[in-house]
């Protein structure tokens, strides 16, 4: 099964409201497949999408677990989740990481 493409759907269609992506990412998991780092973006961009800073928070936080390194794109994601769930104190959080990371925007 093609599970980033799968999570890809999920993300530009916006239906993550209901942790579609946590499930098809449990899916891939008991399928014995391993995330590589654009599962990542993807479980991160349907986070954005949905507006759920706390899930994009823990996929960054999964992410680093399996020593994967965020992307600048990866932190917009979560820049945007924070701006969805109107919270301006995270946004700027998450964009000064990325300065502290010399990361650009």
Known sequence: MMWNTM???VAV???NSEGKAAS???EMLQSQLQPNSRTFGKLLAASAKAGDEKAAVKWLGEMAR???Q???LNYNE???AAAKSHSLASAEFWFGKM???RLLP
Do not use: H, M, N, V
């Open 99 to 101: 300065a502290l990371l």
């Open 70 to 72: 965020p992307s600048t």
């Open 13 to 15: 269609r916006g239906e």
């Open 78 to 80: 979560l820049i945007d």
């Open 66 to 68: 399996r020593q994967f």
């Open 24 to 26: 098809l990412y449990a």
């Open 7 to 9: 999570l890809k759907a």
